[in-house]
T-cell receptor, first 115, second 113 residues
Framework: DAGVTQSPTHLIKTRGQQVTLRCSPI?????VSWYQQVLGQGPQFIFQYYEKEERGRGNFPDRFSARQFPNYSSELNVNALLLGDSALYLCASSADRGLRSYEQYFGPGTRLTVT | AQSVTQLGSHVSVSEGALVLLRCNYS??????LFWYVQYPNQGLQLLLK????ATLVKGINGFEAEFKKSETSFHLTKPSAHMSDAAEYFC???????????WGAGTKLIIKP
């Protein structure tokens, strides 16, 4: 079975630019979460989507936005990039019911570098 | 606010020795607790989880963790370290119905030959 996939793998952008990161969940999973992991730190929660609706939002500025599509894939958009946005962006999917929804399966991440 | 504390940013053990990685959480309600492992340049892999069933939880690769409510701890152990265990380990808690995970800062496990 295919796991969570993310694209692109690596990305280099300039300050002020905009970036879109993509994620495809495990087949059958309806929930997608996005995390930012700065080098040397644990992941920080950005968003969670379930059935195309935002279910949770972390403490990130409005420059960060996301959406989920009918096939449950998701995009994370970041506008007006800052140097501090350089990080590994992780996508995780989870099942939609009961305790299984707490088990999150992670993709390999997208490494974003802002110069 | 909920928080997770991992004691020791780096832990070094000899191959074959006991591995002990410490995790303490703050939560006003019984949480769900997780340990994830991250190999270099890879995503996170679930090692094990506590979801209010047995307090001693067994995971993959010979790891296990014990939930101790009185100590608000969920330490990760492995009886005998292997070189392939070298990685970064993260403890995470899901304290409420939002399903979001709150993460510790991670502990890098170094295995000495």
């Amino acid at each position: 079975d295919a796991g969570v996939t993310q694209s692109p793998t690596h990305l280099i952008k300039t300050r002020g630019q905009q970036v879109t990161l993509r994620c495809s969940p495990i087949s059958g999973h309806k929930s997608v979460s996005w995390y930012q992991q700065v080098l040397g730190q644990g992941p920080q929660f950005i968003f969670q989507y379930y059935e195309k609706e935002e279910r949770g939002r972390g403490n990130f500025p409005d420059r960060f936005s996301a959406r989920q599509f009918p096939n449950y894939s998701s995009e994370l958009n970041v506008n007006a990039l800052l140097l501090g946005d350089s990080a590994l962006y992780l996508c995780a999917s989870s099942a939609d019911r009961g305790l299984r929804s707490y088990e999150q399966y992670f993709g390999p991440g997208t490494r974003l570098t802002v110069t | 606010a909920q928080s997770v504390t991992q004691l020791g940013s780096h832990v070094s053990v000899s191959e074959g020795a006991l591995v002990l990685l410490r995790c303490n959480y703050s939560s006003s309600v019984p949480p769900y607790l997780f340990w994830y492992v991250q190999y270099p340049n890879q995503g996170l892999q679930l090692l094990l989880k506590y979801t209010s069933a047995a307090t001693l939880v067994k995971g993959i690769n010979g790891f296990e963790a014990e939930f101790k409510k009185s100590e608000t701890s969920f330490h990760l152990t492995k009886p005998s370290a292997h070189m392939s265990d070298a990685a970064e380990y993260f403890c995470a808690v899901s304290p409420d119905s939002n399903y979001q995970l709150i993460w510790g800062a991670g502990t890098k496990l170094i295995i000495k030959p």
